[in-house]
Protein backbone atom coordinates (compact mmCIF):
# COMPACT_ATOMS: atom_id res chain seq x y z
CA UNK A 1 0.00 0.00 0.00
CA UNK A 2 1.48 3.08 -0.51
CA UNK A 3 0.89 5.75 -1.22
CA UNK A 4 -0.40 4.67 0.51
CA UNK A 5 -1.83 2.66 -1.47
CA UNK A 6 -2.93 0.97 1.31
CA UNK A 7 -5.61 2.42 3.75
CA UNK A 8 -8.63 4.44 6.63
CA UNK A 9 -9.86 3.86 9.98
CA UNK A 10 -11.89 6.13 11.39
CA UNK A 11 -13.55 6.71 14.98
CA UNK A 12 -14.58 3.17 16.76
CA UNK A 13 -18.08 5.00 17.67
CA UNK A 14 -18.81 6.66 14.29
CA UNK A 15 -20.86 5.74 11.22
CA UNK A 16 -18.44 4.85 8.48
CA UNK A 17 -17.55 8.47 6.75
CA UNK A 18 -18.84 8.38 2.78
CA UNK A 19 -16.10 9.25 0.58
CA UNK A 20 -18.47 10.41 -2.44
CA UNK A 21 -17.09 13.53 -3.31
CA UNK A 22 -19.66 16.46 -3.13
CA UNK A 23 -19.76 19.21 -6.06
CA UNK A 24 -19.94 21.74 -3.59
CA UNK A 25 -18.67 20.78 0.08
CA UNK A 26 -17.69 23.92 2.40
CA UNK A 27 -17.33 23.16 6.02
CA UNK A 28 -16.74 26.58 7.76
CA UNK A 29 -13.77 25.31 10.23
CA UNK A 30 -13.93 28.59 11.64
CA UNK A 31 -16.78 27.43 13.41
CA UNK A 32 -15.64 24.12 14.66
CA UNK A 33 -14.63 23.52 18.17
CA UNK A 34 -12.57 25.88 19.93
CA UNK A 35 -8.56 25.64 18.61
CA UNK A 36 -6.12 24.00 21.26
CA UNK A 37 -5.31 25.47 24.87
CA UNK A 38 -1.79 26.55 23.03
CA UNK A 39 -1.57 29.47 21.01
CA UNK A 40 0.52 29.23 17.38
CA UNK A 41 4.00 29.85 18.02
CA UNK A 42 5.38 32.67 16.45
CA UNK A 43 5.38 31.81 12.41
CA UNK A 44 8.63 34.10 12.06
CA UNK A 45 10.72 31.76 14.48
CA UNK A 46 13.72 30.06 12.75
CA UNK A 47 13.15 26.52 12.62
CA UNK A 48 14.59 23.45 10.87
CA UNK A 49 11.87 21.22 9.91
CA UNK A 50 12.14 17.58 8.77
CA UNK A 51 9.24 16.55 5.80
CA UNK A 52 9.34 13.03 4.13
CA UNK A 53 10.35 13.19 0.60
CA UNK A 54 10.37 10.57 -2.37
CA UNK A 55 10.11 6.71 -1.94
CA UNK A 56 13.80 5.05 -1.92
CA UNK A 57 15.35 4.49 -5.06
CA UNK A 58 13.43 7.85 -6.60
CA UNK A 59 14.83 8.94 -10.23
CA UNK A 60 17.46 11.99 -10.14
CA UNK A 61 14.98 13.97 -12.13
CA UNK A 62 12.59 13.27 -9.03
CA UNK A 63 14.98 14.54 -6.46
CA UNK A 64 16.45 17.31 -8.30
CA UNK A 65 12.08 18.63 -8.93
CA UNK A 66 12.07 18.34 -4.91
CA UNK A 67 15.00 20.37 -4.26
CA UNK A 68 13.97 22.86 -6.57
CA UNK A 69 10.55 23.19 -4.67
CA UNK A 70 12.61 22.98 -1.34
CA UNK A 71 14.55 25.81 -2.26
CA UNK A 72 11.46 27.54 -3.51
CA UNK A 73 9.17 27.20 -0.18
CA UNK A 74 12.79 28.22 1.84
CA UNK A 75 12.81 31.59 -0.59
CA UNK A 76 9.51 32.60 0.61
CA UNK A 77 9.82 31.37 4.31
CA UNK A 78 13.52 32.17 4.85
CA UNK A 79 13.17 31.51 9.08
CA UNK A 80 12.12 27.74 7.59
CA UNK A 81 14.93 25.39 7.08
CA UNK A 82 13.55 22.01 5.35
CA UNK A 83 15.25 18.70 5.44
CA UNK A 84 13.57 15.94 3.48
CA UNK A 85 13.70 12.13 4.07
CA UNK A 86 13.32 9.17 1.94
CA UNK A 87 9.86 7.39 3.11
CA UNK A 88 7.99 4.61 2.52
CA UNK A 89 4.63 4.03 4.31
CA UNK A 90 4.25 0.13 5.27
CA UNK A 91 1.76 -1.64 7.44
CA UNK A 92 4.12 -3.61 8.77
CA UNK A 93 6.53 -0.98 10.42
CA UNK A 94 5.04 1.92 10.60
CA UNK A 95 3.53 1.51 14.03
CA UNK A 96 7.49 0.63 15.39
CA UNK A 97 8.85 3.86 13.02
CA UNK A 98 6.34 6.12 14.65
CA UNK A 99 7.02 4.86 18.17
CA UNK A 100 10.50 5.08 18.09
CA UNK A 101 10.97 8.41 16.90
CA UNK A 102 12.19 8.01 13.86
CA UNK A 103 9.88 9.40 11.14
CA UNK A 104 9.82 13.27 10.17
CA UNK A 105 7.81 15.85 12.07
CA UNK A 106 5.87 15.79 9.03
CA UNK A 107 5.25 12.38 7.50
CA UNK A 108 2.50 10.95 4.93
CA UNK A 109 -0.30 8.16 6.52
CA UNK A 110 -3.18 6.63 5.05
CA UNK A 111 -6.95 7.36 5.62
CA UNK A 112 -6.99 4.40 7.40
CA UNK A 113 -4.75 5.22 9.93
CA UNK A 114 -5.76 8.86 11.12
CA UNK A 115 -8.26 8.39 14.11
CA UNK A 116 -6.23 5.90 15.87
CA UNK A 117 -3.26 8.21 16.16
CA UNK A 118 -5.53 10.82 17.19
CA UNK A 119 -7.02 8.56 19.75
CA UNK A 120 -3.52 7.10 20.79
CA UNK A 121 -2.68 10.75 20.74
CA UNK A 122 0.66 10.32 18.68
CA UNK A 123 -0.54 13.24 15.87
CA UNK A 124 -0.46 16.76 16.67
CA UNK A 125 -3.46 18.56 17.13
CA UNK A 126 -3.18 21.36 13.51
CA UNK A 127 -6.68 22.72 14.02
CA UNK A 128 -4.77 26.53 15.15
CA UNK A 129 -3.21 26.18 12.28
CA UNK A 130 -5.27 24.80 9.86
CA UNK A 131 -7.93 27.27 10.61
CA UNK A 132 -5.26 30.38 9.38
CA UNK A 133 -4.93 29.28 5.24
CA UNK A 134 -7.40 30.98 3.10
CA UNK A 135 -9.27 27.84 1.84
CA UNK A 136 -9.71 25.86 5.37
CA UNK A 137 -13.31 26.15 5.02
CA UNK A 138 -13.27 24.50 1.53
CA UNK A 139 -12.12 21.05 1.99
CA UNK A 140 -14.23 18.23 1.15
CA UNK A 141 -16.20 17.33 4.57
CA UNK A 142 -16.68 13.71 3.94
CA UNK A 143 -12.76 14.04 3.16
CA UNK A 144 -11.47 15.92 6.47
CA UNK A 145 -14.03 14.45 8.87
CA UNK A 146 -11.38 11.55 8.46
CA UNK A 147 -8.51 13.35 9.93
CA UNK A 148 -10.84 15.05 12.85
CA UNK A 149 -10.54 13.85 16.88
CA UNK A 150 -13.71 13.72 18.77
CA UNK A 151 -12.70 17.15 20.22
CA UNK A 152 -13.61 18.16 16.53
CA UNK A 153 -9.90 19.45 16.02
CA UNK A 154 -8.35 18.51 12.78
CA UNK A 155 -5.06 16.62 13.27
CA UNK A 156 -4.45 15.20 9.51
CA UNK A 157 -5.22 17.35 7.01
CA UNK A 158 -5.68 15.67 3.07
CA UNK A 159 -3.03 16.01 1.33
CA UNK A 160 -2.72 13.78 -1.97
CA UNK A 161 -3.06 10.65 -3.57
CA UNK A 162 -7.18 10.64 -2.99
CA UNK A 163 -7.78 7.76 -5.22
CA UNK A 164 -10.13 5.06 -7.03
CA UNK A 165 -8.36 2.24 -7.43
CA UNK A 166 -8.07 1.49 -11.52
CA UNK A 167 -7.09 -1.55 -13.91
CA UNK A 168 -3.56 -0.81 -15.43
CA UNK A 169 -2.39 -2.32 -17.82
CA UNK A 170 0.64 -2.76 -20.56
CA UNK A 171 0.32 -1.08 -23.73
CA UNK A 172 2.81 -3.45 -25.41
CA UNK A 173 2.31 -6.91 -23.74
CA UNK A 174 -1.51 -6.27 -25.42
CA UNK A 175 -0.05 -5.73 -28.46
CA UNK A 176 2.11 -8.55 -28.43
CA UNK A 177 -0.53 -10.47 -27.35
CA UNK A 178 -3.00 -9.33 -30.49
CA UNK A 179 -4.89 -7.36 -27.95
CA UNK A 180 -6.47 -3.58 -28.51
CA UNK A 181 -4.89 -1.45 -26.11
CA UNK A 182 -7.08 1.51 -26.94
CA UNK A 183 -10.24 -1.47 -25.78
CA UNK A 184 -9.22 -2.95 -22.20
CA UNK A 185 -11.41 -5.45 -20.90
CA UNK A 186 -14.48 -4.43 -19.07
CA UNK A 187 -15.35 -7.66 -17.46
CA UNK A 188 -13.64 -9.95 -15.40
CA UNK A 189 -14.02 -12.36 -17.51
CA UNK A 190 -11.96 -10.75 -20.06
CA UNK A 191 -9.37 -9.43 -17.81
CA UNK A 192 -9.02 -13.54 -17.27
CA UNK A 193 -9.23 -13.86 -21.15
CA UNK A 194 -6.83 -11.27 -21.97
CA UNK A 195 -4.11 -12.36 -19.14
CA UNK A 196 -4.14 -15.57 -20.69
CA UNK A 197 -3.11 -14.46 -24.16
CA UNK A 198 -0.80 -12.22 -22.45
CA UNK A 199 1.17 -15.04 -21.12
CA UNK A 200 0.64 -17.75 -23.49
CA UNK A 201 1.93 -14.58 -26.35
CA UNK A 202 4.94 -12.97 -23.95
CA UNK A 203 5.60 -15.35 -21.32
CA UNK A 204 5.12 -12.52 -18.77
CA UNK A 205 2.45 -12.73 -15.95
CA UNK A 206 -1.05 -11.37 -17.89
CA UNK A 207 -2.47 -10.50 -14.59
CA UNK A 208 -0.72 -9.87 -10.93
CA UNK A 209 -1.95 -9.48 -7.51
CA UNK A 210 -0.28 -7.94 -4.71
CA UNK A 211 -0.15 -10.23 -1.81
CA UNK A 212 2.06 -9.03 1.17
CA UNK A 213 2.35 -6.07 3.65
CA UNK A 214 -1.69 -5.93 3.81
CA UNK A 215 -1.66 -5.43 0.62
CA UNK A 216 -2.37 -8.63 -0.75
CA UNK A 217 -6.16 -8.16 1.79
CA UNK A 218 -6.41 -4.05 0.86
CA UNK A 219 -6.44 -5.54 -3.21
CA UNK A 220 -8.99 -8.57 -2.13
CA UNK A 221 -11.30 -5.75 -0.31
CA UNK A 222 -10.90 -4.46 -3.83
CA UNK A 223 -11.75 -7.17 -6.16
CA UNK A 224 -14.75 -8.02 -3.35
CA UNK A 225 -16.37 -4.07 -3.75
CA UNK A 226 -16.23 -4.68 -7.58
CA UNK A 227 -18.06 -7.56 -7.35
CA UNK A 228 -20.51 -5.90 -4.83
CA UNK A 229 -20.12 -8.08 -1.95
CA UNK A 230 -18.82 -5.97 1.53
CA UNK A 231 -16.50 -7.45 4.17
CA UNK A 232 -18.13 -5.77 7.09
CA UNK A 233 -21.63 -5.08 8.02
CA UNK A 234 -22.34 -1.46 7.64
CA UNK A 235 -21.47 -0.13 10.96
CA UNK A 236 -18.08 -2.10 10.50
CA UNK A 237 -18.38 -3.65 13.63
CA UNK A 238 -19.70 -7.23 12.35
CA UNK A 239 -16.96 -9.17 9.98
CA UNK A 240 -18.54 -10.24 6.58
CA UNK A 241 -14.83 -12.06 4.89
CA UNK A 242 -17.23 -15.36 3.95
CA UNK A 243 -19.44 -13.42 1.80
CA UNK A 244 -19.97 -14.61 -2.05
CA UNK A 245 -17.72 -11.89 -3.46
CA UNK A 246 -15.03 -12.29 -1.82
CA UNK A 247 -14.94 -15.97 -2.50
CA UNK A 248 -15.83 -15.48 -6.35
CA UNK A 249 -12.86 -12.96 -6.11
CA UNK A 250 -10.35 -15.62 -4.90
CA UNK A 251 -11.67 -18.50 -7.36
CA UNK A 252 -10.73 -15.66 -10.22
CA UNK A 253 -7.21 -15.96 -8.84
CA UNK A 254 -6.99 -19.60 -8.34
CA UNK A 255 -8.19 -19.41 -11.32
CA UNK A 256 -5.66 -17.33 -12.88
CA UNK A 257 -2.78 -18.84 -11.23
CA UNK A 258 -3.67 -22.89 -11.11
CA UNK A 259 -5.95 -23.36 -14.31
CA UNK A 260 -4.54 -20.99 -16.51
CA UNK A 261 -0.99 -20.65 -15.24
CA UNK A 262 -1.28 -16.23 -16.57
CA UNK A 263 0.03 -15.31 -13.44
CA UNK A 264 3.84 -15.26 -13.38
CA UNK A 265 6.15 -16.46 -11.18
CA UNK A 266 6.04 -13.84 -8.21
CA UNK A 267 3.50 -13.93 -5.68
CA UNK A 268 4.72 -12.01 -3.11
CA UNK A 269 4.25 -8.53 -4.41
CA UNK A 270 3.58 -5.41 -2.51
CA UNK A 271 2.99 -2.13 -3.88
CA UNK A 272 6.59 -1.10 -4.57
CA UNK A 273 7.65 -4.46 -6.51
CA UNK A 274 4.77 -5.21 -8.35
CA UNK A 275 5.01 -1.38 -9.35
CA UNK A 276 8.92 -2.32 -10.36
CA UNK A 277 7.54 -5.39 -12.32
CA UNK A 278 4.72 -3.66 -14.42
CA UNK A 279 7.46 -0.50 -15.24
CA UNK A 280 10.35 -3.14 -16.54
CA UNK A 281 7.40 -5.29 -18.68
CA UNK A 282 6.63 -8.17 -16.65
CA UNK A 283 3.01 -7.63 -15.93
CA UNK A 284 0.30 -7.37 -17.96
CA UNK A 285 -2.61 -5.44 -15.86
CA UNK A 286 -2.62 -5.05 -12.37
CA UNK A 287 -5.21 -3.02 -9.93
CA UNK A 288 -3.82 -0.23 -7.89
CA UNK A 289 -5.09 3.18 -7.20
CA UNK A 290 -5.80 5.32 -10.19
CA UNK A 291 -2.49 7.70 -9.44
CA UNK A 292 0.08 4.86 -8.95
CA UNK A 293 1.49 6.52 -12.58
CA UNK A 294 3.38 9.79 -10.48
CA UNK A 295 5.21 6.90 -8.88
CA UNK A 296 6.04 4.51 -11.66
CA UNK A 297 7.40 7.66 -13.90
CA UNK A 298 9.52 9.01 -10.37
CA UNK A 299 10.60 5.72 -8.99
CA UNK A 300 10.72 3.02 -11.67
CA UNK A 301 11.01 5.41 -14.89
CA UNK A 302 8.16 4.33 -16.72
CA UNK A 303 7.96 4.41 -20.42
CA UNK A 304 5.26 6.19 -20.87
CA UNK A 305 3.48 4.61 -24.16
CA UNK A 306 3.50 1.42 -22.36
CA UNK A 307 0.94 2.41 -20.07
CA UNK A 308 -2.87 2.41 -20.25
CA UNK A 309 -5.32 2.79 -17.08
CA UNK A 310 -9.17 1.66 -17.08
CA UNK A 311 -12.04 0.95 -14.84
CA UNK A 312 -11.80 -2.39 -12.81
CA UNK A 313 -14.94 -3.90 -14.17
CA UNK A 314 -17.91 -3.71 -11.78
CA UNK A 315 -20.17 -6.32 -11.64
CA UNK A 316 -23.61 -6.31 -9.41
CA UNK A 317 -25.94 -3.52 -8.17
CA UNK A 318 -24.22 -2.87 -5.07
CA UNK A 319 -20.36 -2.93 -7.00
CA UNK A 320 -18.13 -0.06 -6.74
CA UNK A 321 -14.69 1.12 -6.43
CA UNK A 322 -12.56 1.31 -3.47
CA UNK A 323 -11.72 4.87 -2.49
CA UNK A 324 -8.88 6.06 0.12
CA UNK A 325 -6.03 8.24 0.23
CA UNK A 326 -2.96 10.02 1.90
CA UNK A 327 -2.90 12.58 4.93
CA UNK A 328 -0.56 14.63 6.20
CA UNK A 329 0.29 14.30 9.86
CA UNK A 330 2.59 16.20 12.11
CA UNK A 331 3.89 14.42 15.20
CA UNK A 332 2.29 14.82 18.63
CA UNK A 333 6.36 15.38 19.78
CA UNK A 334 6.37 18.51 17.57
CA UNK A 335 7.07 22.09 18.89
CA UNK A 336 5.05 24.56 17.99
CA UNK A 337 7.35 25.93 16.02
CA UNK A 338 7.78 22.93 14.20
CA UNK A 339 3.77 22.74 13.67
CA UNK A 340 3.85 26.39 12.39
CA UNK A 341 6.14 25.47 9.83
CA UNK A 342 4.52 22.32 8.85
CA UNK A 343 1.27 24.01 8.05
CA UNK A 344 3.09 26.09 5.86
CA UNK A 345 5.28 22.98 4.17
CA UNK A 346 1.75 21.22 3.98
CA UNK A 347 0.28 24.71 2.36
CA UNK A 348 3.27 24.64 -0.16
CA UNK A 349 3.66 21.20 -1.03
CA UNK A 350 0.65 19.82 -0.90
CA UNK A 351 -2.69 21.93 -1.12
CA UNK A 352 -1.91 25.75 -2.62
CA UNK A 353 -1.66 24.54 -6.24
CA UNK A 354 -5.31 23.26 -5.96
CA UNK A 355 -7.01 26.99 -5.04
CA UNK A 356 -4.28 29.11 -6.40
CA UNK A 357 -3.94 29.59 -9.99
CA UNK A 358 0.11 30.66 -9.38
CA UNK A 359 0.70 28.03 -7.31
CA UNK A 360 -0.67 25.82 -9.91
CA UNK A 361 1.49 27.05 -12.47
CA UNK A 362 4.87 27.76 -10.57
CA UNK A 363 4.61 23.78 -9.54
CA UNK A 364 3.41 22.62 -12.63
CA UNK A 365 6.68 24.33 -14.56
CA UNK A 366 8.69 22.81 -11.62
CA UNK A 367 7.55 19.66 -12.62
CA UNK A 368 7.92 19.63 -16.12
CA UNK A 369 11.22 21.59 -16.28
CA UNK A 370 12.53 17.95 -14.48
CA UNK A 371 10.45 15.86 -16.67
CA UNK A 372 8.33 14.61 -13.72
CA UNK A 373 4.47 14.20 -14.23
CA UNK A 374 2.22 16.67 -14.48
CA UNK A 375 -1.88 15.55 -14.49
CA UNK A 376 -1.66 12.03 -13.21
CA UNK A 377 -5.82 11.35 -12.72
CA UNK A 378 -6.96 12.07 -9.03
CA UNK A 379 -9.68 12.62 -7.03
CA UNK A 380 -11.07 16.22 -5.57
CA UNK A 381 -9.65 17.43 -2.08
CA UNK A 382 -11.84 20.34 -2.51
CA UNK A 383 -15.19 20.47 -4.59
CA UNK A 384 -15.13 19.01 -8.03
CA UNK A 385 -15.48 22.58 -9.82
CA UNK A 386 -12.33 23.25 -7.68
CA UNK A 387 -10.39 20.01 -9.15
CA UNK A 388 -12.23 20.91 -12.87
CA UNK A 389 -10.79 24.82 -12.39
CA UNK A 390 -7.34 23.19 -11.14
CA UNK A 391 -6.85 20.97 -14.29
CA UNK A 392 -7.52 23.81 -16.65
CA UNK A 393 -4.68 25.96 -15.00
CA UNK A 394 -2.30 23.39 -15.20
CA UNK A 395 -3.55 22.32 -19.07
CA UNK A 396 -0.53 23.84 -20.81
CA UNK A 397 1.73 22.05 -18.89
CA UNK A 398 0.38 18.09 -18.64
CA UNK A 399 2.43 15.73 -19.51
CA UNK A 400 0.96 12.55 -19.05
CA UNK A 401 -0.43 10.17 -21.50
CA UNK A 402 -4.20 11.11 -20.46
CA UNK A 403 -5.27 9.88 -23.68
CA UNK A 404 -4.28 6.27 -22.41
CA UNK A 405 -6.74 7.02 -19.63
CA UNK A 406 -9.89 8.02 -20.76
CA UNK A 407 -11.91 4.60 -20.48
CA UNK A 408 -11.27 5.62 -16.78
CA UNK A 409 -11.14 9.30 -16.22
CA UNK A 410 -14.57 9.51 -18.82
CA UNK A 411 -16.16 7.01 -16.16
CA UNK A 412 -14.76 7.29 -12.72
CA UNK A 413 -17.42 10.18 -11.24
CA UNK A 414 -20.23 7.84 -12.22
CA UNK A 415 -18.86 5.03 -9.98
CA UNK A 416 -19.75 4.19 -6.62
CA UNK A 417 -17.01 4.98 -4.27
CA UNK A 418 -16.92 2.79 -1.26
CA UNK A 419 -14.59 3.33 2.00
CA UNK A 420 -12.47 0.95 3.46
CA UNK A 421 -13.43 -1.15 6.18
CA UNK A 422 -14.22 1.60 8.68
CA UNK A 423 -12.55 -0.19 12.28
CA UNK A 424 -9.33 -2.88 12.61
CA UNK A 425 -8.86 -2.09 9.08
CA UNK A 426 -5.04 -3.00 8.43
CA UNK A 427 -5.45 -6.30 10.34
CA UNK A 428 -8.77 -7.11 8.52
CA UNK A 429 -5.83 -6.58 5.52
CA UNK A 430 -3.70 -9.02 7.26
CA UNK A 431 -6.14 -11.48 7.60
CA UNK A 432 -6.86 -11.77 4.47
CA UNK A 433 -3.24 -11.91 3.17
CA UNK A 434 -2.53 -15.04 4.55
CA UNK A 435 -5.98 -15.98 2.25
CA UNK A 436 -4.34 -14.63 -0.96
CA UNK A 437 -0.91 -16.02 -0.51
CA UNK A 438 -2.40 -19.66 0.05
CA UNK A 439 -4.67 -19.23 -2.68
CA UNK A 440 -1.64 -18.38 -5.52
CA UNK A 441 0.69 -21.42 -3.77
CA UNK A 442 -1.87 -23.87 -3.27
CA UNK A 443 -3.25 -25.30 -5.25
CA UNK A 444 -5.85 -27.41 -2.99
CA UNK A 445 -6.01 -24.10 -0.74
CA UNK A 446 -9.67 -24.42 0.70
CA UNK A 447 -11.52 -20.99 0.39
CA UNK A 448 -14.25 -21.21 2.35
CA UNK A 449 -11.77 -22.26 5.25
CA UNK A 450 -9.38 -20.08 4.87
CA UNK A 451 -12.10 -17.17 4.66
CA UNK A 452 -13.90 -18.59 7.89
CA UNK A 453 -10.30 -18.87 9.74
CA UNK A 454 -9.77 -15.08 8.49
CA UNK A 455 -12.76 -13.79 9.41
CA UNK A 456 -12.83 -15.13 12.93
CA UNK A 457 -9.25 -13.45 13.01
CA UNK A 458 -10.70 -9.96 11.72
CA UNK A 459 -13.49 -10.18 14.49
CA UNK A 460 -11.25 -10.01 17.17
CA UNK A 461 -9.56 -7.35 15.86
CA UNK A 462 -12.76 -5.58 15.35
CA UNK A 463 -14.28 -6.58 18.71
CA UNK A 464 -10.90 -5.09 20.14
CA UNK A 465 -11.17 -1.96 18.12
CA UNK A 466 -14.59 -1.20 19.14
Given at each position: MKRLTARPARSPRSAPIALALPLVGALALGTLAACSSEEPADPNAPVELHVVGLLPGAEPAAKQALAEEVAAFQAENPNITVVTHEYEWKATTFAADLAGGTLPTVFEIPFTDAKTLIANGQIADMQPYLSQLAYAGDFNPNLLEYGKGQDGHVYAIPAKSIYAVGLHYN??????????????????????????????????????????????????????????????????????????????????????????????????????????????????????????????????????????????????????????????????????????????????????????????????????????????????????????????????????????????????FQAKLINEPPLATQDIYAALDTVVQAVLTDEDADIDALLAEANERAQRAIDAAS
Open positions: RDLFTQAGLDPDDPPTTWDEVREYAKKIADATGMAGFAQMAVDNTGGWQLVVDTYARGGRVTSEDGKTATLTNDATKAALQFLKDLRWVDNSMGANFNYNWVSINQAFAAGQVGMYTSGQDVYTSLVQANNIDPDTYGLTMIPLEGPNAGLLGGGTMAAVSARATEAEKAAAIKWIDYHYLRKYTNKEAAEANAKIQVASDQPVGTPELPIFSQQQYEQYQEWIAPYVNVPLDQMTTFTDNV
